[in-house]
């Protein structure tokens, strides 16, 4: 059974999690004043005794709050093995469990707000919170709610232009916001058109890619090509031609489970491919074969380049090799 004075903020929607965090903090100071709130992070729960922090009842107003900043802990991630010793993990207090320990004594009088957007769900603390937290989860938003949030924001845009912006934005809501500042400074009156979008936002090397397996997926090459001049302006060939590799891949992984009959949706999820994206693909999938010819033409590119056996091993002769055979893909 859930705790009101046990709350719980997540998920990777930061800017409407943000938002609400400060909301609640506003409202919380003006009702029972800005001495009854307490605000600890990773660092100074390190120094303070947290036990008492979460046990002690208000003295003076009739609550308190106590916001605990990325708590739950993400994965603790170690640059290499060397650094995570039993010496080293020994010095660090077990904070989240001392905390759960806490937990269910905290006085009705304060308020516990835990906010994490990536914390580590195999954690005691995690699944705990789950079921005693009253839980609030950010999640980003998607297809019609994404675009009706954009529209609120800017309601002179237009349909193409809609499509670019989620296009060039990946989706990504933090991102968004950020674009969407910059649009409505740029273009205070008329419609907001496709060409101020090209404008005004520069796609993310995700949003390039995308633009050019669009075009792979489409078979046309010319096209194709064009994409891929404009990428390698402003990137590495190795990475490009990395994560083409991968999204040619995945896209042949979702054509074969699509062909024994699975679920849309589960392939989508299996694959955590975006929807948009997903959409994108499905349209072409009519076109495997032939995206399964290019994708054996790059294994043996990948392999040329580094072996230096038949092309060379330089960024030139992998250029001219992912050239030749973008310019040699041709409908049927």
């Given at each position: 059974?859930?705790?009101?004075?046990?709350?719980?903020?997540?998920g990777?929607?930061?800017?409407?999690?943000?938002?609400?965090?400060?909301a609640?903090?506003?409202?919380?100071?003006?009702k029972?004043?800005?001495?009854?709130?307490?605000?600890?992070?990773?660092?100074?729960?390190?120094?303070?005794?947290?036990?008492?922090?979460?046990l002690?009842?208000?003295?003076?107003?009739?609550?308190?709050?106590?916001?605990?900043?990325?708590?739950p802990?993400?994965?603790?991630?170690?640059?290499?093995?060397?650094?995570?010793t039993?010496?080293?993990?020994?010095?660090?207090?077990?904070?989240?469990?001392i905390i759960?320990?806490?937990?269910?004594?905290?006085?009705?009088?304060?308020?516990?707000?835990f906010?994490?957007?990536?914390?580590?769900?195999?954690?005691?603390?995690?699944?705990?919170l789950?079921?005693?937290?009253?839980?609030?989860?950010?999640?980003?938003?998607?297809?019609?709610?994404?675009?009706?949030?954009?529209?609120?924001?800017?309601?002179?845009?237009?349909?193409?232009?809609?499509?670019?912006f989620?296009?060039?934005?990946?989706?990504?809501?933090?991102?968004?916001?950020?674009?969407?500042?910059?649009l409505?400074l740029?273009?205070?009156?008329?419609?907001?058109?496709?060409?101020?979008?090209?404008?005004?936002?520069?796609?993310?090397?995700?949003?390039?890619?995308?633009?050019?397996?669009?075009?792979?997926?489409?078979?046309?090459?010319?096209?194709?090509?064009r994409?891929?001049?404009a990428?390698?302006?402003?990137?590495?060939?190795?990475?490009?031609?990395?994560?083409?590799?991968?999204?040619?891949r995945?896209?042949?992984?979702?054509?074969?489970?699509?062909?024994?009959?699975?679920?849309?949706?589960n392939?989508?999820?299996?694959?955590?491919?975006?929807p948009y994206?997903?959409?994108k693909?499905?349209k072409?999938m009519?076109?495997?074969?032939?995206?399964?010819?290019?994708?054996?033409?790059?294994?043996?590119?990948?392999?040329?380049?580094?072996?230096?056996?038949?092309?060379?091993?330089?960024?030139?002769?992998?250029?001219?090799?992912?050239?030749?055979a973008?310019?040699c893909?041709?409908?049927?």
């Amino acid at each position: 059974m859930s705790r009101s004075n046990i709350v719980f903020f997540t998920g990777s929607n930061h800017i409407f999690l943000r938002r609400d965090l400060d909301a609640w903090i506003d409202i919380f100071a003006k009702k029972y004043g800005e001495y009854n709130i307490s605000r600890l992070d990773r660092e100074t729960l390190l120094k303070t005794n947290i036990q008492a922090e979460l046990l002690t009842p208000v003295f003076l107003g009739e609550k308190r709050l106590i916001v605990l900043e990325d708590v739950p802990f993400p994965t603790v991630k170690w640059d290499n093995e060397e650094e995570k010793t039993e010496e080293t993990v020994s010095k660090t207090p077990d904070v989240e469990a001392i905390i759960l320990a806490a937990l269910d004594q905290v006085p009705e009088t304060t308020v516990v707000l835990f906010v994490s957007t990536e914390p580590d769900k195999r954690k005691s603390l995690y699944k705990r919170l789950i079921e005693v937290a009253t839980l609030k989860e950010y999640s980003n938003l998607e297809w019609n709610a994404l675009r009706e949030y954009i529209r609120k924001k800017l309601p002179h845009i237009d349909i193409t232009a809609l499509s670019r912006f989620i296009e060039y934005t990946g989706a990504d809501i933090n991102r968004i916001e950020s674009e969407i500042d910059k649009l409505a400074l740029y273009k205070q009156d008329g419609w907001i058109t496709e060409e101020d979008i090209k404008s005004t936002v520069i796609p993310t090397i995700e949003t390039s890619i995308f633009s050019l397996t669009d075009a792979l997926f489409l078979l046309d090459s010319a096209l194709a090509y064009r994409e891929l001049l404009a990428i390698l302006e402003t990137h590495n060939i190795h990475y490009v031609f990395s994560t083409l590799q991968s999204t040619l891949r995945t896209f042949l992984y979702a054509s074969k489970l699509l062909s024994m009959s699975y679920e849309p949706s589960n392939v989508q999820s299996l694959l955590k491919i975006h929807p948009y994206a997903f959409e994108k693909m499905r349209k072409n999938m009519r076109h495997s074969e032939r995206i399964k010819a290019l994708f054996s033409t790059f294994v043996i590119l990948d392999k040329q380049t580094k072996t230096g056996e038949g092309i060379g091993d330089t960024d030139d002769a992998l250029r001219l090799g992912l050239e030749k055979a973008i310019l040699c893909l041709q409908k049927n």
